[in-house]
């Protein structure tokens, strides 16, 4: 039982968070579930990519809007109604790749408008975008980014645990190569994803959709005790990955349970120790065999030291720094700079864990957010180093999510933490792990040197 079903989940809870004016969070889709109702699919000009990857994915778009003279009815104010449509849709997807105008804007907004309270629970609006580094003029160009303004607002209004999310898309990217985007943001797996905006271009090598992904591919994952880390490995190995559950001999017991839970194996290792990379490749050689490559890394042991600035020696300070960010980097290095059995794969994911504290700071956590505003700084610099590579690095950066770390915060605090975004509620473990599974998905070799925020489009950096 996690933290939200603990207060919600028996009738004193509840009586208590209804004294406390807190209304009962959505209940969210999660896992490879699509949504019930029909994907609505709505085409601006020089459209037509959303439609080819809805039908990669076998999806046939679903009747289009009842009544589209908008205005048109009226209720008994005589105000005027949006159109609506027979059946709540569960999705819609816009395809704004073509708009270059201002007053194109205005078909999204008549797109949007019956949506906004006629989308059935934990729904979906979907928008695609030319990236404005591909279009011509300056008007173009706002237009691609007042498209964002669009999306963020939409999360923002949205009821019932829907979300709003934009992909835009790069100059030669295809179908195919929005096909694992598109269905990560239809299905469960993207539940706590809201108001984000991330970019999709041609991969490097192409690989077809597929419900386990990692089927006979080695993924390595750090901190995989307990928490995120124990989602991470559990979800991975869903989809099919021989996972290597890394984390640090105190931490053992934990470990060797979630490894024995998921068919994976467990490394003990400290990963500052100099020499982790290479402790990491001899296993995966030793344990799974000499031919075998790393397909993924998920880097996601961390640590918190926190205090205000004033209070932070040096000690708080390196460690911090040495376990978030430091290590990561080592591990990277060795890892990319030598070819060893149980090393690299030539296509491989690298993915790490930011934070929203990365983001916009926090209070507290001045050494935490060097080092995930570090991750992410990691991300950008590896896209440009790694570009002439299959190799992708992304990170995502997770808000309130509901562990052992944040169980440490204070109740009230706490409370005020994962009510502050637009789906009033704490993420959990899993929605931070599906997020980097999408990254690490052989489909998604377009999406790289991303960052993704996995906070329910928490306010704070929003
Ligand atoms: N929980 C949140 O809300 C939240 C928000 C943003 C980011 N994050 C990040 O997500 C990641 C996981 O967070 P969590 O909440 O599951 O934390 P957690 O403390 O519950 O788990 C972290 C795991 O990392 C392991 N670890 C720590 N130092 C290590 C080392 N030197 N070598 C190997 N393993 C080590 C720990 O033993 C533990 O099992 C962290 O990077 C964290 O900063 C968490």
């Given amino acids: 039982m996690n933290a939200l079903e603990m207060i919600y989940g028996t009738p004193a809870g509840k009586f208590v968070a209804k004294k406390m004016g807190l209304n009962e969070p959505p209940k969210l889709r ?20 959303a439609r080819e990857t809805l039908s990669l994915l076998g999806i046939t778009p679903g009747q289009p809007l009842l009544d589209v003279a908008d ?53 979906r609006v979907i928008l695609l975008a030319t990236d404005a580094s591909e279009v011509e003029g300056l008007e173009a160009k706002a237009v691609a980014q007042g498209i964002d303004g669009i999306n963020r607002t939409v999360g923002k209004e949205l009821r019932a645990g829907s979300t709003s ?28 994803v809201s108001g984000q905006a991330w970019r999709v271009g041609p991969a ?51 470990l060797a349970k979630v490894a024995n839970e998921i068919k994976g194996s467990a490394l003990q290792l400290d990963i500052t120790a100099e020499d982790a990379g290479e402790k990491i490749a001899k296993h995966v050689a030793r344990v799974l065999g000499a031919e075998k490559k790393i397909w993924a890394i998920v880097h996601n042991a961390g640590i918190t030291r926190d205090r205000m600035l004033a209070n932070l020696d040096e000690k708080l300070w390196g460690s911090v720094l040495d376990v978030n960010l430091a290590a990561e980097m080592r591990i990277n290095d060795y890892l990319l700079n030598n070819d060893v059995p149980g090393g690299l794969a030539d296509e491989a994911r690298i993915v790490g864990i930011a934070s929203t504290s990365g ?12 080092s995930k505003a570090g991750v992410m700084g990691l991300v950008w610099a590896m896209r440009d180093e790694l570009a002439d590579q299959p190799i992708t690095t992304n990170a995502v950066a997770p808000g309130f999510i ?8 204070p109740f009230l605090q706490r409370e005020i933490f994962r009510r502050t975004n637009s789906l009033s509620q704490g993420g959990n473990p899993v929605d931070v792990a599906e997020t980097l599974a999408y990254l690490c998905d052989p489909a998604s070799g377009g999406v790289d040197g991303q960052v993704i925020r996995v906070c329910g489009q928490n306010l704070v950096g929003a």
């Avoid at 934009?166 to 096909?179: I, Y």
């Avoid at 419900?211 to 995120?228: D, H, L, Q, W, Y």
């Avoid at 983001?359 to 050494?367: D, I, M, S, W, Y």
């Fill in 30 to 49: 999660r896992g490879r579930t699509m949504p019930t109702g029909p994907v609505v699919l709505g085409e601006l000009d020089g459209g037509g990519i």
């Fill in 71 to 123: 205005n048109r009815t009226k209720d008994e104010k005589g105000r005027a109604q949006p159109p609506r449509y027979q059946q709540k849709p569960g999705a819609i997807v816009i395809d704004a790749t073509g708009v270059r105008e201002i007053t194109q804007l205005e078909g999204i907004r008549q797109l949007l408008r019956p949506i906004m309270r006629g989308l059935e629970p934990s729904g």
């Fill in 165 to 192: 999310n934009l992909v835009f898309v790069k100059g030669g990217a295809t179908a195919q190569d929005l096909a694992s985007t598109m269905s990560f943001l239809l299905e469960g797996r993207s539940a706590f």
């Fill in 204 to 254: 490097k090598v192409q690989h077809e959709v597929s419900p386990r992904p990692f089927e006979g591919k080695v993924v390595v994952v750090t901190g995989a005790a307990r928490g995120i880390g124990a989602a991470i490995a559990r979800t991975f190995a869903r989809d099919g990955a021989e996972v290597v559950a890394v984390d640090i001999p105190q931490a053992g017991d934990a």
């Fill in 359 to 370: 983001v916009a700071g926090n209070k507290g956590q001045t050494n935490y957010a060097a």
């Fill in 402 to 409: 509901e562990t052992e770390m944040t169980g440490a915060i």
